[in-house]
């Protein structure tokens, strides 16, 4: 699975911007697919996830102005940003969980797109 993001920038507080994420060489549904983001001198962590079984769940500092969604025709995740604060700086990774079965058991194999930041000035 190749994941290619774009939709990142430099924008002003309280501006919008919305993410993709294109995949290819498999289907995105109905696996597990998200975005990360990772600040300068942090680790990554979750921003929203859309699971397996369609369940949305977000951070607690992006909900209420951050969308994730998906376009299965489209195979692209997308992720909509809303009043985009300073703190939302930092670049965004788009994952998808691909499930496999194998083997006699399913697995899970991470992947992940390459990147794209996103810098909020105050």
């Known amino acids: 699975v190749q994941l290619q993001a774009s939709g990142g920038g430099l924008v002003s507080a309280g501006d919008s911007l919305r993410l993709s994420c294109a995949a290819s060489?498999?289907?995105?549904?109905?696996?597990?697919v998200g975005w990360y983001r990772q600040a300068p001198g942090k680790q990554r962590v979750l921003v929203a996830i859309?699971?397996?079984?369609?369940?949305?769940n977000y951070a607690d500092s992006v909900k209420g102005r951050f969308t994730i969604s998906r376009d299965n025709v489209k195979n692209t995740v997308y992720l909509q940003m809303n009043s985009l604060k300073p703190e939302d700086t930092a670049v965004y990774y788009c994952?998808?969980?691909?499930?496999?079965?194998?083997?006699?058991?399913?697995?899970?194999?991470?992947?992940w797109g390459q990147g794209t930041q996103v810098t909020v000035s105050s």
């Open positions: 994952n998808v969980k691909l499930v496999v079965y194998e083997g006699g058991r399913y697995v899970t194999t991470d992947y």
């Open positions: 060489g498999s289907a995105l549904s109905p696996n597990a």
């Open positions: 859309i699971g397996s079984g369609g369940g949305i």
